[in-house]
């Protein structure tokens, strides 16, 4: 028995050609309520009539944009758009370069690691601080070298106070497993006010 033949997708809707129309906020002949709120720089503020607000808008050579869709009536501005979405691309793409995520550096000693290895391994995490990201630092304890857990400490403890002006440690040194470890997080740029006592 044969199945009826199914209703082809290709034929009718394709969302990829809907998209294109789609866009944030409604524009000119897209807002359609009988009354705005007109607000900005160029503008009386106040409600006026769909048709007075379009007319404003093209008399100004710009497009009537709908900020606030939920108020009653709904805000609109009389702006560029396509300056609109750009300011605001801009914007958002400022705020993410500045919400830049931090990582976790690591930066490995042994007990018996030397001065010179020691200021290499200080510089690298100085750097590391610099640029907001956390430094986890640890000595590692091979075999019998567990037996020198205070040597792990002060060398922790050390390189504390060779990052003091960077970075804050989080806590104190502590083992895990056969390594001690101690984290620490950049300082902020600004010092922030004192609490008051």
């Keep these: 028995m044969?199945?009826?033949?199914?209703?082809?997708?290709?034929?009718?809707?394709?969302?990829?050609?809907?998209?294109?129309?789609?866009?944030?906020?409604?524009?000119?002949?897209?807002?359609?309520?009988?009354?705005?709120?007109?607000?900005?720089?160029?503008?009386?503020?106040?409600?006026?009539?769909?048709?007075?607000?379009l007319r404003m808008a093209q008399d100004q050579q710009m497009d009537l944009v709908e900020i606030s869709p939920n108020a009653d009536p709904p805000v609109c501005k009389i702006i560029d758009y396509n300056k609109f979405l750009y300011e605001k691309k801009k914007k958002e793409k400022e705020m993410k370069a500045k919400a830049k995520v931090s990582e976790v550096k690591e930066i490995r000693f042994t007990p018996n690691t030397d001065d010179h290895d020691f200021n290499?391994?200080?510089?690298?995490?100085?750097?590391?601080?610099?640029?907001?990201?956390?430094?986890?630092?640890?000595?590692q304890f091979k075999g019998r070298a567990i037996q020198f857990k205070d040597r792990g400490e002060l060398l922790l403890l050390k390189f504390a106070e060779r990052l003091a002006e960077f970075g804050a440690l989080e806590g104190m040194p502590k083992m895990e497993g056969k390594r001690m470890l101690a984290i620490w997080a950049p300082k902020a740029k600004k010092k922030p006010a004192k609490a008051e006592e």
């Design 2 to 53: 044969a199945f009826p033949p199914r209703p082809s997708s290709r034929g009718g809707f394709n969302p990829r050609f809907k998209k294109e129309q789609q866009q944030e906020h409604r524009t000119n002949h897209m807002i359609r309520v009988p009354q705005v709120r007109l607000v900005g720089d160029n503008v009386e503020v106040g409600v006026y009539s769909i048709q007075e607000a």
């Design 120 to 139: 290499f391994k200080a510089k690298h995490a100085e750097t590391f601080l610099k640029e907001g990201n956390k430094v986890k630092a640890y000595v």
